[in-house]
């Protein structure tokens, strides 16, 4: 983490730095390389340096003052640090979204501003428009994913109160947690439930009291070995009830739906009156769940059927426009 942190945050210097940063005022401005000895920093930066090479950031080498040669400094190019315009398949996006979803969280863009405030604090003229290139899009907004989270990295067993679908009061669980999971847009996580001596799947937006350490320090328990997460994510999954939504999807949109899709006929002509529409016939146990996730996605998408699900996303959308109006009317 410590290593993760300081290489981030040395890409995030030379990325908003608008002038060449000398190899001096870079270990004056990183806490990480200003606590080592002199040859201790040059063999971390140039190890840091090679890393980031490796991992395709660019790193430019050039001089401070273009009339004079004498002194040099280093920095990340925008233009070459971008990636360039690519195509993907609806899964590899569907892979990319995913993992944006993690390296995106809230977490992340906590640090990134932490280090744009001592930067400036230090007196270096930053291009704030540049951390675009890295800026969070996407984010995991459950209370509890951060807590979560950290206990699965330093595998911590913890406790929290969980509301069960249907149920109005809470119960204590002890839990193992194993993975953090996504799927249908929720994070879930997966572990050994202490209290029943198997392994069980919590969503994480029904933990409704804060997550605590509980029965044993960090690094108290392990995986067994050959666990696979997902897959034992998905063998935890109720069973479904049968059901299908007949959904139109405009092309390369709702990537979420299509990994779940049945089937899928593209080319299909839609409310506009192009052919820029997928039709999707879509598993789903909730029609309530299915609802929401449907209104998340706007105009990109438009249900068919069945019935009660179209009539309950049409009743919300009108709900929405008249809580905007300010009433009925």
């Known amino acids: 983490m410590t290593k993760s942190e300081r290489l981030l945050n040395l890409v995030i210097l030379l990325l908003v730095s608008r002038n060449y940063v000398t190899k001096e005022r870079i270990r004056s401005l990183m806490e990480p390389y200003r606590q080592t000895s002199d040859d201790a920093f ?14 395709g950031i660019p790193i430019e080498v050039g001089h401070i003052d273009k009339f004079f040669e004498d002194e040099q400094g280093y ?3 925008r233009d070459a640090f971008e990636l360039p315009a690519m195509d993907f398949t609806p ?23 932490d280090a744009l405030v001592k930067l400036k604090a230090a007196g270096l003229d930053v291009d704030r428009e540049q951390l675009d290139a890295v800026q969070p899009t996407l984010v995991a907004e459950e209370p509890a994913f951060e807590p979560v989270w950290r206990a699965t990295l330093s595998r911590t067993p913890v406790a929290f109160d969980y509301r069960r679908p ?17 799927a249908q847009e929720r994070w879930y996580v ?8 198997e392994p069980r799947m ?12 509980h029965d044993g320090p960090v690094g108290s328990f392990t995986v067994p070995e050959g666990t696979d997460v997902r897959r034992l994510s998905e063998s935890l999954v109720p069973p479904g009830t049968g059901r299908t939504a007949d959904i139109l999807a405009r092309a390369g949109t709702g ?14 002509t839609g409310p506009d009156g192009s052919d820029g529409w997928d039709r999707l016939t879509v598993p789903f146990g909730s029609a309530d769940q299915l609802a929401g996730e449907l209104l998340a996605l706007g105009d990109a998408v438009v249900v068919l059927g069945p019935a009660e699900l179209r009539t309950m996303v049409v009743d919300r959308l009108r709900g929405l426009v008249d809580s905007q109006a300010g009433g009925p009317g």
């Open 42 to 55: 040059e063999k971390m930066f140039e190890r840091d340096k090679e890393e980031l090479r490796s991992l």
């Open 166 to 182: 249907g149920d109005t009061s809470t119960t204590r669980r002890h839990l193992q947690p194993w993975g953090v999971v996504t």
């Open 202 to 213: 919590f969503r994480l937006s029904r933990i409704v009291d804060g997550v605590v350490a």
């Open 190 to 197: 997966v572990g050994l439930d202490t209290d029943r001596g």
């Open 75 to 77: 920095r990340v190019k």
């Open 255 to 268: 990537h979420a739906l299509r990994r779940r899709a049945e089937t899928t006929a593209p080319g299909v």
């Open 91 to 113: 899964d590899e996006v569907a892979v990319l979204g995913l993992a944006a979803r993690v390296w995106q969280h809230a977490g992340l863009a906590a640090a990134t501003s």
